[in-house]
């Protein structure tokens, strides 16, 4: 099947030690998003692809950087987590060719740091 | 501004009841609207959306959502709740397709969902 796959599913992290969280996709859908979502809050948007064009949101704190090599791979950096930075991550993405947007999610990476 | 509004932070119905999810929304056009699910720890998965014609639309897992323009609501159904429904219900929307390449969704809340045996 079709799918949005994230790895690993659980990560732990030091304070101040860079972690990469991946996603990889099957569906070939040319947008792939990135959300943080904290406990009993609905996702919050951190940058999306359109393509290989990047969008950052501007809330976004510098450090969060993401990556996206190919269509298939999305990757999202955290440089220097703090113990705010404790959180589901999330990937999603979408297509366009059909005049809809849906957005399909990954089953996250709950990120905790020590 | 752009909001989405879920009143109901959460809800406990028993098994075999209805249940009705409410969503208010105000955006500037008339957007896209979506229904997610969250079971605990995991992904949000996609129950529905409307973009455009018939205003009631039919989902997965037996849910269905009405669009009211003139009440800018897009409320939730289900005519027969099971246990397995126990989750949370996010409700989204989105700028019309042909708004660009925005795709920011503005989430609601979300309603925590209980389901009593």
């Known amino acids: 099947d079709a799918m949005v796959i994230q790895n690993p599913r659980y990560q732990v992290t030091q304070f101040g030690k860079p972690v990469t969280l991946s996603c990889s996709q099957t569906?070939?859908?040319?947008?792939m998003y990135w959300y943080q979502q904290k406990s009993s809050q609905a996702p919050k948007l951190l940058f999306h692809?359109?393509?290989?064009?990047?969008?950052n949101e501007a809330d976004t704190p510098d450090n969060f950087q993401s990556r996206r090599p190919n269509t298939s791979f999305c990757f999202l950096d955290i440089r220097s987590p703090g113990l705010g930075d404790a959180a589901m991550y999330l990937c999603?993405?979408?297509?366009?060719?059909?005049?809809?947007?849906?957005?399909?999610f990954g089953p996250g990476t709950r990120l905790t740091v020590t | 501004a752009q909001s989405v509004t879920q009143p109901d932070i959460h809800i406990t119905v028993s098994e075999g009841a209805s249940l009705e999810l409410r969503c208010n929304y105000s955006?500037?056009?008339?957007?896209?609207l979506f229904w997610y699910v969250q079971s605990p720890g995991q992904g949000l998965q996609l129950l529905l959306k409307?973009?455009?014609?018939d205003t009631l639309v039919q989902g997965i897992k037996g849910f269905e959502a009405e669009f009211k323009r003139s009440q800018s609501s897009f409320n939730l159904r289900k005519p027969s709740v099971h246990w397995s429904d126990a989750a949370e219900y996010f409700c989204?929307?989105?700028?019309?397709?042909?708004?660009?390449?925005?795709?920011?969704?503005?989430w609601g809340l979300g309603t925590s969902l209980a389901v009593n045996p």
């Open positions: 999603a993405t979408s297509s366009e060719d059909r005049g809809t947007y849906e957005q399909y």
């Open positions: 569906l070939n859908h040319n947008v």
């Open positions: 692809y359109y393509d290989k064009d990047f969008n």
């Open positions: 955006y500037g056009a008339t957007p896209y």
């Open positions: 409307y973009f455009s014609g």
């Open positions: 989204a929307v989105g700028p019309p397709f042909n708004a660009g390449n925005n795709r920011k969704l503005i």
